[in-house]
């Protein structure tokens, strides 16, 4: 049977067997080499019985079987990785995302906003992943010196009276046309788009434009 719980023995009472086995012997913690001596003197456990193992040092509990209730895993500590902070070797820890760290393609996402009053712009390769707001009326140029890899794409802000997207030897694709010396104009001012690189020199733009 199970362990009977707890009881408190009154003086002169007589101590029978059933009480020594149900509030002593099987609510103790019992000690054994291993489980193959622990199954040997225990034929049938019962639920809430304890048991120490000298040989892997283990306090176990039977519910439905044996399990351990002492071993705290494998895991010894929680290091701080790539793009994280934080961490630790006891108790609770916390880990904390980096965002500076994080990188796209070997590129850090840096979340920068670059304003220019240029009226002519070339996308170069340090332009990847970052933001980029236009106060005049511009000429943007996607070329093959532009360098993405696919996966990368830069925000772009048409902030000027007017924004036109060309391309020199890059593919460049959006509003249903493809071209590789085309151009392409933003719907309005405010408008904002983005370049996204599909490919080694294949780009698409992904807002309100329109092919000239």
Do not use: H
Request: charged share 10%.
């Amino acid at each position: 049977m199970a362990g009977l719980g707890y009881k408190v023995f009154t003086a002169g009472e007589v101590l029978t067997a059933a009480n020594v086995n149900g509030y002593l012997m099987e609510q103790a913690v019992m000690v054994f080499a291993d489980s193959a001596a622990r199954s040997s003197a225990i034929g049938t456990p019962t639920q809430g019985m304890v048991s120490y193992l000298q040989d892997t040092s283990s306090l176990e509990v039977y519910g439905t079987a044996w399990a351990g209730v002492s071993n705290p895993g494998d895991i010894t500590a929680v290091t701080a990785g790539t793009a994280l902070t934080g961490g630790g070797s006891s108790g609770d820890v916390t880990l904390d995302v980096d965002l500076a760290a994080i990188t796209i393609n070997n590129t850090q996402i840096t979340n920068t906003l670059t304003s220019s009053t240029a009226t002519t712009y070339t996308l170069g390769t340090a332009d990847a992943e970052i933001y980029l707001r236009f106060t005049d009326a511009v000429t943007l140029t996607v070329s093959t010196a532009t360098d993405f890899t696919a996966g990368q794409q830069v925000q772009i802000f048409a902030d000027g009276t007017a924004m036109s997207i060309t391309s020199d030897g890059a593919t460049i694709a959006g509003a249903g046309t493809s071209t590789t010396s085309g151009t392409f104009t933003v719907g309005a001012q405010y408008e904002a788009v983005s370049i996204f690189c599909v490919d080694t020199d294949t780009y698409r733009i992904i807002g309100n434009v329109s092919a000239v």
